[in-house]
């Protein structure tokens, strides 16, 4: 591919769409740690999942995949639900291995499953749009993509205007802050918990239907966004919201132009060298306090 | 006579004497039962525990890697090229089209496992550094992200690595007998060596920093450079296991960086026993043979034939049923008994010998 303004500008707005999917994986990644102290590496198994169920809905109930994203977010944010109160509220405050342990065989469980249920091949969800091209300058571009774009402008301000105006985003703000201090104010934390890891769900299902929508998925996919979304938030600091956006752009921009110039199998080895290079200089992200 | 005493000490303890026996049954084992899938198995078994101890060590001192295989892999390829350019140079100067099986390949053999572990150990010690002032998922990514830049690598200079499409290395010991008993030798070794550095000051210092790293720093350990011995130690170990590997393989190619090998350590160890010498062990004995006997022809027909109805898209059930159960294993030993299978045969010895003790106290009355 020849180097030239348009092309640059091309790499720059497919960048644009793959990163907004991995900020909101990111922000969802983000709020689970920022109030709860857990990562959860199975996080990308929920996109999967979610990517499976929008395909699911949206081909045998003959729904419109944007609609059928609604759905399967309120059915992730319930599996969600399940799995922190089976799993993850009985090593919260052991060793901080156990909750890598507990990630990894949830990945094992969800990706075998989806295997079982949905089988090997890969899958695209159908979309309303597809076809659809948007002009400009010379480039061209999915109305997906750009429908990508809004929607996660759309859930990430619905996101904020919860965390920041409501009472139970009060509560997620204070119980991250000082769990103690937010129980002894009447707030109950481990219902907190519940919601925050429900909302973290519903954000990665929301990621997963886009993703099904502008490429094509099969179970093994939830894997590499996870850690991508885990880097980017490393990058910003975990727990930082505004961290993760930026540390989601820098990251879409490094891999989308190492694939420019280098070539397209640098993309990942590059963004993970940049990852390594920033927590040599900085160990708890370029925003991260060092709190935790 | 200190030493005299403690050797007969030794001599008389139930946990060596236990050790000795399981040896001999191990060396003896694969002479009665001629089998090659019971060979294969048992040769599996033991590589598969040098790596699940190398990386139930880096745990040990509070450092959990996500990035194991990237380790596995290097000394894998490096072992294998080394060996295979070594015997070529060989075969040039002594014209000789095939080399030689004998004490002199054996050598080679070793002495290339060796470097292998070398070079792990040398990148080890770089990544290391990078790595002594990260916590947990801190660590887990670079270890992770190192994985992946391995692989990267690997795949890009294909002109020297062979990376993309594999290539098999100079057969230097004959697989089977021979190969087996090289790597059982290997597998003591390695596992005598890590448990004596566990019992030494150094292991003391590890698990110091495990149970508290401020603590540690506050009584004078050098955190960093303990948190780095330990980085070289297990990253050495992985490298062997990884030249056994694929010496024992055969071949090699950029997929054994994936990270599916670098959560393979951390399952056997947790299944296993987290921070005991025989958990990786057992670790590994549990998932080889289960895996072993989903692949078993007759197994593997009878899940199709009984559950293959169920699930239209897939040819063989089997995999994806052993890891469900395999991911529910690991979360119900985490959440109930953290400390592994080892904990588990613990109590349900204690329960024996307490039923048998209690029967012969009732006895005399």
């Known amino acids: ?292 | 006579m200190e030493i005299k005493q403690k050797l007969t000490s030794l001599l008389h303890s139930r946990i060596f004497q236990i050790i000795i026996f399981g040896l001999a049954i191990l060396v003896i084992l694969p002479v009665i039962i001629t089998d090659n899938f019971f060979l294969y198995v048992l040769t599996l078994i033991c590589i598969f525990s040098i790596y699940a101890a190398s990386w139930n060590f880096l745990a040990n001192s509070g450092q959990g890697s996500l990035g194991h295989a990237a380790f596995l892999g290097l000394g894998g390829f490096s072992s294998a090229l080394i060996g295979t350019s070594i015997s070529n140079g060989i075969n040039g100067l002594l014209g000789t089209v095939i080399m030689p099986i004998g004490a002199l390949s054996v050598t080679i053999q070793i002495l290339v496992l060796i470097v292998g572990g070398l070079i792990s150990a040398g990148i080890g010690f770089l990544i290391g550094l990078a790595c002594v002032r990260l916590k947990a998922w801190y660590l887990a990514m670079v270890t992770f992200g190192f994985s992946v830049i391995a692989s990267t690598l690997s795949s890009q200079f294909d002109a020297i690595t062979n990376g993309i499409n594999g290539f098999a290395p100079t057969t230097l010991v004959p697989r089977g007998f021979p190969f087996y008993i090289l790597v059982l030798s290997f597998t003591v070794t390695s596992i005598a060596v890590m448990y004596l550095i566990m019992k030494s000051r150094t292991g003391l210092a590890f698990r110091a920093i495990h149970g508290n790293e401020e603590e540690a720093k506050m009584i004078g350990i050098n955190t960093a450079k303990y948190k780095l011995i330990a980085f070289v130690i297990s990253t050495f170990f992985a490298g062997i296991a990884g030249g056994l590997n694929v010496y024992f393989l055969r071949f090699v190619d950029n997929s054994i960086f994936a990270p599916a090998n670098s959560f393979l350590p951390l399952i056997m160890s947790v299944i296993g026993g987290l921070g005991t010498v025989i958990g990786p062990i057992i670790g590994s004995v549990f998932w080889v043979s289960i895996q072993q006997i989903l692949a078993l022809p007759s197994v593997a027909d009878y899940l199709h034939s009984s559950l293959g109805g169920f699930f239209p898209g897939l040819s063989n059930v089997g995999p994806p049923i052993s890891l469900i159960a395999i991911g529910i294993i690991i979360v119900v030993i985490v959440i109930f008994e953290p400390k592994g299978l080892v904990a588990l045969l613990q109590k349900v010895y204690n329960y024996i010998m307490l039923k048998t003790k209690s029967k012969a106290e009732i006895k005399p009355k």
Request: with cysteine.
């Open chain 1, 1 to 292: 591919m020849d180097i030239t303004a348009p092309t640059i500008m091309l790499t720059l707005i497919w960048g644009l769409a793959i990163g907004c999917i991995y900020i909101l994986l990111a922000t969802g990644l983000n709020i689970i740690f920022g109030v709860m102290k857990l990562v959860n590496f199975a996080h990308g198994q929920l996109l999967m999942i979610s990517a499976y169920l929008s395909w699911t809905i949206s081909v045998s109930a003959g729904l419109n995949a944007y609609a059928a994203i609604l759905v399967s977010m309120v059915i992730v944010a319930f599996i969600g639900i399940l799995v922190e109160r089976l799993t993850f509220r009985r090593v919260l405050g052991t060793d901080k291995l156990n909750e890598i342990f507990v990630s990894l065989g949830l990945i094992y469980i969800f990706e075998n499953i989806a295997m079982l249920i949905w089988g090997t091949n890969s899958l695209q969800i159908p979309s309303p749009l597809s076809g659809l091209n948007l002009y400009f300058s010379g480039v061209s571009i999915t109305y997906d993509r750009v429908v990508a774009v809004f929607v996660v402008i759309a859930a990430l301000i619905a996101f904020g205007l919860l965390i920041k105006k409501t009472k139970i985003g009060l509560a997620m703000r204070a119980t991250s802050q000082i769990k103690n201090t937010a129980m002894l104010m009447g707030i109950n934390v481990e219902k907190i918990y519940m919601i925050t890891f429900a909302l973290g769900a519903a954000l990665a299902a929301v990621a997963g239907g886009l993703y099904g929508i502008i490429f094509s998925f099969n179970y093994q996919v939830g894997a590499m966004p996870t850690i991508i979304a885990f880097a980017i938030i490393i990058l910003g600091g975990l727990g930082s919201i505004k961290g993760a956006i930026v540390g989601g752009l820098l990251y879409g921009i490094t891999e989308q132009l190492a694939t420019l110039f280098i070539n397209g199998t640098w993309g990942s080895a590059v963004a993970f060298a940049l990852l390594i290079v920033v927590l040599i200089i900085r160990p708890h992200g370029i925003f991260g306090e060092k709190g935790e």
